[in-house]
């Protein structure tokens, strides 16, 4: 949405421009205006600033604000100027209400075969049969069905239709706790953010969502611009603009050549004033996060008003709709109807299974129905050779409806109701405890995923480190102190010079505060590194603050700031004499080479010759960096008063420096973090650190993390270096030479962050292994948006980290600590595994109930389980059951195999050996009873009753003992690897305790007080322990079960694996959409928006080209629709229409998010 700005040139002659427009609340310039004047840049936005309104006083007098008094602050023209140009906060798009995730619940594939069996089965059991069969038609019984069970038939059908109720429920309770935790944790971070503006001639912190259009800003070093505004008067300004335009050169910003500031940019250098003149969804940024469906809603509705305000330009109000914009529209549409082809490896299987399981349930529905209707047909046609007489036509049909009543009992039975249950429950229960753990999901998927994990590219700074810098060893004055010397240990000249300057070449905003409670460590505000240096002033007993208050930031004559070309940081200061004198600090590599002299212990100048400097490399900042020091060199240059150099010739001034002293920073390993590297290399994790820093550092820090470990073959490779390898003459990326480099790869030095992105993409994309690699990525900048998008499982820093890096992440970090991220792993196997338990235990269930009701059927006519009974079995057993597994915690031993990997079946053949072993025995034990069970217990027999009679005792039995086996078979499932310990652990989970005991409380009371409505006669005590005997035996044969070695097993398949290639064609998917539509939709519903599965970086990326071009909106069109066409290809960072975002991280005093880019 870029450049809209020529948009409003091309549509309408110019001097319709200069006419005023009857504007709105007595203000010179309407909303629309302002926004087109805001996608101008340089030369173009200065004219048309002159052309409109003179001048920027001009427009201040228009938005009736003074340059220099600002607004006055009257809360009735604040709210004005709110309703007319908009607050400053960028809405977060609606949340869906209750009834849309109940709808969106309502779209799985198993709940709509559930749906169509409880809705076809509720409409039969109100069909009334027709009047008395007469002797002509035959009186052939069709099954005894007493009119209990008549009675009973709807119950069926309700007891499903109860069963998805409670899902959707569940499902869509779930999604929306989940969301209003997110939007809180959003809306804390927001609230804490405070600017400065003058309101009165007053300057005031006002908070950022507070800022109006017309509000006169101060912005300084080291701010984040919070609103879109034109720049009054600035010295020196220089602006970050990466964030928006991926250019990591610095943009001069002047009032007489470039003054437009764009909210979202980091301030470099300087100062200025600016007037605020678009907020909110209006800024740059807020069109940014429009493009990214985060205002989605808002922004149709202010489309509407601005139509309604002001007709001809209300075309530049429209998101995405230009001239052209109509096919992009479809092409959109058509992308986001196509589902992706990367989704969640678990639903991919489960929706596979179901479907697997739904389509067995209908053959063996269908072959029940066919073998009731040919014995009919053939005893009363063939056997007792009557005629079909059209008086009989609908007593035939009442039949045929009974048998089809049955065929769909077995159906419905087949169909695992409990699956889609298990799974939310199983999702949100660890979404719950995970936000204990420190990882607040955002989506649901992740969760899973991470469990598949088999490689992590970690951040250094922040989540293997502790983020808090402390100097600890120093070379001042020719000697290299291993701690901090004592101040009179130096001569008083270095000493002062020292503190000058660490105090004043820093952003003033760095300030070391008294700590919060007492004995806690003292609190660190802005750039880590600096703070570092601050706190070694503090050190040497001298204070910082004093200098600060000699010299204020406005007296500063000239600052040179960090950025990650310099490496380095130099301010200017003018001497009481009238010379000038500069300190710098920054990568002692780099301002070594500049430096031609060195302070000796008495703080006199000896030349440093570059032997000097090979010397002093050897022997102190190698031997530091080895430590895993971070070193830093602090030095100064004095100019005399005669001539002033030319401050814009930063290599000639910033040369010839002395050097002061360089410093070890260290910046310590927080002390679990080795622990948590060591468990994931056990569970079969490569961690791989990626960093800004240097190679020596990295490297010592790596080998403390044990990220490397000595003797083994591994690879630390710089930026440079890593894309030397992996380029080709052209400098074209190539997967071949990519895949040479990254298995081995365990360190990524001075990286910048598209290194990162490649570095996952490659390792994503790879094709070497015999598994796909799923990744796992940390981040916290802002150019770390598009690895965190890239990557299977994105990790935010939720204290570090940058709104751009949260909204691009999967989960959030609460605490940045990558202890954390092992939590994740375990927790996302734990989901797969007690999905699987579930499975082993509801399949048995299912396969024997199956079978019983289908020979049954065909035997006796007659179900031995009646229809009720089936359900309390069904819905209950399957709704507690997948309610006690889904809920086992995790165990560390969860961390002791490797990833399951992306085609593993979701039921293994330990599984299936379990499944069909546990079959066997509760099928041979249920048939043993139905058919010779009343001579052993010497009762009448049940079978072929006559109608209307009691219930029998004898399938009382039969159902008692079949709910007593599953119950004791709930407790074998708890176990899918074949352990022998099935009691290992059970009490950790109250649970699974309480509700097999409850369902047994439950079942006595059924069979001793149910009675006819669910067909039982009470049982005698006798009766009941051989009825727990059997059941107990289930746990036995359990045992046999293990026993037999599954390897020996080669008859038994797996089930349920994952979809085959991870590449499918075109129209494979367009086929396969309707079995997958559903069941994609399942998991994703805690995604934002639905177009977010589109390749959000792509748009990203295109808006911030169309920024850098400047080109008219047609041409972004044009782009972007060029573009859709490589939406999965952003290797081919060469090519014009994708943008390599900023390779600098934007080090402001406010956040260098991590530190991560300094030496």
């Given at each position: 949405?870029?450049d ?17 427009v009857?504007?709105v ?26 052309e ?6 001009g427009?201040?007098?228009r938005?009736k604000t003074?340059p220099?008094?600002g ?5 009735n ?6 309703q ?11 949340p869906k209400t ?20 409880a809705?076809?089965?509720l409409g039969?059991?109100f ?18 069905e ?15 239709l109860?069963?998805?109720i ?10 929306w ?9 959003q ?9 400065t503006?003058i309101?009165n001639?007053?300057l005031l912190?006002?908070?950022?969502a507070?800022l109006?259009v017309?509000?006169i ?7 984040l611009?919070?609103?879109d ?18 250019e990591s ?20 250098e300087?100062?200025?004033r600016m007037?605020v ?6 800024s ?8 990214l469906g985060?205002?989605?809603e808002?922004?149709?509705?202010k489309?509407?008003?601005a ?19 109509g096919e ?8 986001a109807?196509?589902?992706?082809k990367?989704k ?6 489960l929706?596979k ?11 063996m ?5 066919i073998?009731?209707v ?17 008086e009989?036509?609908?007593v035939?049909?009442?039949?045929f ?14 169909v695992?109701e409990?699956l ?29 995923t991470?469990?598949?994990a088999t ?6 700074t922040g ?16 000697t ?13 000249k ?10 004043i070449n820093?952003a ?7 700590p ?9 505000v802005?750039?880590?590194t600096?703070?570092a240096?601050l706190?070694f ?9 004093p ?10 004559y000239?600052v ?10 130099s301010?200017?200061?003018r001497?009481p004499?009238?010379?000038?004198r500069?300190f ?19 703080g006199e100048?000896r ?12 022997k102190?900042?190698?031997p ?9 060199c602090?030095?100064?240059r ?7 150099p ?10 010839d420096l002395?050097?002061i002293?360089v410093?070890g ?13 060591r468990k994931?290399?056990?569970?079969g ?9 240097n ?26 270096e890593?894309?030397r ?5 052209k400098?074209?990326?190539e997967q071949?030479?990519?895949d040479k ?13 598209t ?11 790879s094709t ?6 799923v990744v796992?990525v940390t ?8 690895a965190l998008?890239?990557?299977?499982v994105g ?16 989960i ?12 994740a ?5 734990n ?10 235990f509801?399949?048995?269930v299912?396969v ?5 009701a289908?020979?049954g ?9 009646k ?5 309390w079995?069904?819905l209950i057993?399957d709704?507690?059951?997948s309610?006690?597994?889904?809920t086992e ?12 990997g ?7 053949r330990?599984m ?7 079959a ?7 048939f043993?009873l ?5 001579l052993f217990f010497?009762?009448?027999s049940?079978r072929?009753?006559?109608l ?16 007593m ?14 352990e ?25 009371v ?8 669910f067909?039982?006669?009470p ?5 009941w ?16 079960i293990?026993?037999?070695p599954t390897s ?9 694996h ?13 086929e396969?959409e309707?079995?997958?539509d559903?069941?994609?939709r ?14 959000r970086?792509?748009t990203?990326m ?11 909106f ?10 859709l066409?490589q939406l999965h290809?952003?290797t081919n ?8 975002l900023s390779a ?16």
């Amino acid at each position: 949405m870029g450049d809209m700005a020529n948009s409003s040139i091309e549509f309408h002659p110019k001097p319709q421009q200069q006419r005023e427009v009857p504007h709105v609340g007595g203000f010179g310039c309407t909303l629309a205006e302002l926004r087109s004047l805001m996608e101008l840049r340089g030369a173009e936005a200065l004219q048309k600033i002159q052309e409109a309104y003179g001048d920027v006083s001009g427009l201040c007098r228009r938005l009736k604000t003074s340059p220099t008094e600002g607004l006055a602050d009257n809360t009735n023209d604040l709210e004005k100027r709110r309703q007319i140009y908009g607050q400053n906060f960028i809405p977060p798009k609606q949340p869906k209400t209750f009834l849309q995730l109940v709808w969106e619940a309502l779209q799985d594939v198993t709940l709509i075969i559930l749906e169509v069996a409880a809705i076809v089965s509720l409409g039969l059991s109100f069909y009334a049969p027709p009047g008395e069969e007469s002797e002509a038609c035959g009186n052939v019984s069709g099954g005894a069905e007493d009119e209990g069970e008549a009675e009973a038939g709807w119950i069926e059908g309700a007891a499903i239709l109860l069963s998805v109720i409670c899902v959707v429920l569940v499902t869509a309770f779930n999604d929306w706790s989940k969301e209003k935790q997110f939007r809180g944790l959003q809306s804390r971070i927001e609230q804490e953010q405070k600017f400065t503006v003058i309101r009165n001639g007053q300057l005031l912190q006002v908070p950022v969502a507070a800022l109006v259009v017309g509000d006169i800003a101060q912005v300084k070093y080291g701010d984040l611009l919070p609103a879109d505004g034109v720049l009054i008067q600035g010295n020196d300004l220089k602006i970050d603009e990466s964030s928006l335009t991926g250019e990591s050169d610095h943009v001069r910003k002047s009032a007489d050549k470039d003054p437009m500031l764009l909210s979202g940019t980091h301030v470099m250098e300087g100062s200025g004033r600016m007037v605020v003149t678009a907020v909110g969804v209006n800024s740059q940024t807020g069109i940014i996060f429009t493009l990214l469906g985060a205002g989605g809603e808002e922004e149709e509705k202010k489309d509407k008003k601005a139509k309604k305000q002001d007709g001809a330009v209300a075309m530049e109000m429209q998101p995405l709709k230009s001239a052209e914009g109509g096919e992009m529209e479809e092409r959109e549409k058509k992308k986001a109807n196509v589902p992706k082809k990367e989704k969640s490896v678990l639903q991919g299987k489960l929706t596979k299974l179901a479907v697997q399981i739904g389509k067995a349930g209908l053959v063996m529905s269908a072959i029940t129905v066919i073998i009731l209707v040919l014995y009919f047909v053939i005893e009363t046609f063939v056997v007792d050779g009557r005629v079909w007489l059209a008086e009989c036509t609908p007593v035939y049909v009442q039949y045929f409806v009974k048998f089809f009543i049955i065929g769909v009992t077995v159906l419905v039975v087949a169909v695992p109701e409990g699956l889609p249950l298990a799974v939310t429950i199983s999702l949100a229960y660890s979404v719950k405890k995970m936000m204990k753990d420190n990882n607040l999901v955002r989506h649901l998927d992740a969760c899973e995923t991470m469990g598949n994990a088999t490689a992590i590219c970690s951040d250094k700074t922040g989540t293997l480190t502790t983020n808090r810098m402390t100097v600890v060893q120093s070379y001042l004055g020719d000697t290299h102190y291993k701690e901090i010397p004592a101040p009179s240990a130096l001569t008083p000249k270095i000493l002062d010079l020292l503190v000058h300057a660490i105090s004043i070449n820093s952003a003033y905003t760095t300030k070391i505060l008294p700590p919060e409670k007492e004995g806690a460590l003292p609190r660190q505000v802005g750039n880590k590194t600096e703070c570092a240096l601050l706190g070694f002033v503090l050190d040497l007993k001298r204070d910082f603050q004093p200098v600060r208050e000699q010299i204020p930031e406005d007296q500063l004559y000239k600052v040179y700031t960090f950025n990650s070309v310099r490496k380095s940081m130099s301010t200017v200061i003018r001497m009481p004499d009238g010379g000038f004198r500069l300190f710098s600090k920054g990568a002692s590599e780099i301002l070594l080479k500049k430096c031609t002299n060195i302070l000796n212990s008495n703080g006199e100048l000896r030349g440093f010759r570059p032997r000097d400097r090979d010397d002093m490399v050897k022997k102190i900042i190698e031997p530091m960096a080895c430590d895993g020091l971070r070193t830093i060199c602090i030095a100064y240059r004095d100019f005399s008063a005669i001539q002033e150099p030319d401050w814009d010739n930063e290599n000639e001034v910033v040369g010839d420096l002395t050097c002061i002293a360089v410093v070890g920073i260290e910046d310590p390993v927080r002390p679990e973090v080795p622990e948590a590297i060591r468990k994931c290399q056990r569970a079969g994790i490569t961690v791989r650190m990626v960093t800004g820093d240097n190679i020596n550092t990295a490297r010592a820090i790596a080998a403390k993390c044990g990220i490397i470990q000595p003797g083994e073959d591994f690879l630390c490779l710089e930026g440079k270096e890593f894309n030397r390898r992996i380029r080709n003459e052209k400098g074209e990326i190539e997967q071949e030479r990519l895949d040479k480099v990254w298995p081995k790869l365990r360190v990524l030095a001075r990286s910048s962050p598209t290194d990162k992105h490649t570095l996952v993409k490659g390792i994503i994309d790879s094709t070497t292994g015999e598994q796909r690699q799923v990744v796992a990525v940390t981040g916290d900048g802002t150019n770390d948006g598009p690895a965190l998008k890239k990557a299977d499982v994105g990790f935010a820093m939720g204290i570090a980290g940058t709104d751009v890096a949260k909204e691009a992440s999967d989960i959030i970090l609460t605490d940045d600590n990558f202890t954390s991220i092992v939590k994740a792993v375990m927790w996302g196997r734990n989901v797969y595994d007690s999905i699987s338990k579930f499975l082993q235990f509801q399949l048995t269930v299912n396969v024997v109930a199956v079978i019983v009701a289908f020979t049954g059927a065909c035997i006796t006519q007659d179900s031995p389980l009646k229809a009720v009974q089936m359900l309390w079995v069904n819905l209950i057993m399957d709704t507690f059951a997948s309610l006690a597994l889904a809920t086992e915690p995790p165990t560390e031993s969860l961390l002791l195999r490797k990833p399951y990997g992306r085609d593993k079946p979701l039921i293994s053949r330990t599984m299936m050996k379990n499944i069909l072993g546990h079959a066997v025995y509760q099928l041979t034990i249920i048939f043993t009873l139905l058919f010779v069970g009343e001579l052993f217990f010497d009762i009448d027999s049940g079978r072929n009753a006559p109608l209307h009679s009691p219930p029998s005792e004898h399938y009382t039995i039969i159902f008692n003992t079949f709910v007593m086996m599953q119950l004791f078979n709930e407790i074998n499932a708890r176990k899918i690897h074949g352990e022998r310990n099935v009691f290992d652990g059970i009490f950790s989970n109250p649970i699974f305790c309480t509700i097999v005991l409850g369902t047994f409380g439950i079942q006595i009371v059924i069979v001793q007080f149910g009675g006819k409505p669910f067909s039982c006669s009470p049982l005698s005590t006798e009766q009941w322990l051989w009825c727990l005997f059997v059941g107990v035996g289930e746990l036995v044969w359990g045992q046999v079960i293990a026993t037999i070695p599954t390897s020996q097993l080669k008859c038994l398949k797996e089930a349920g694996h994952g979809p085959g290639k991870d590449e499918m064609t075109d129209e494979e998917l367009a086929e396969g959409e309707e079995e997958i539509d559903h069941a994609e939709r399942e998991l994703r519903r805690g995604q934002i928006l639905w177009f977010r599965g589109l390749n959000r970086i792509q748009t990203q990326m295109e808006v911030v080209s169309t920024f850098k071009r400047s080109g008219s909106f047609q041409g972004a069109v044009r782009r972007r629709s060029s573009v859709l066409s490589q939406l999965h290809d952003v290797t081919n960072l060469s090519t014009p229409t994708h943008v390599t975002l900023s390779a600098a991280k934007p080090p402001s005093a406010a956040g260098n998010p991590g530190g991560e880019s300094i030496p």
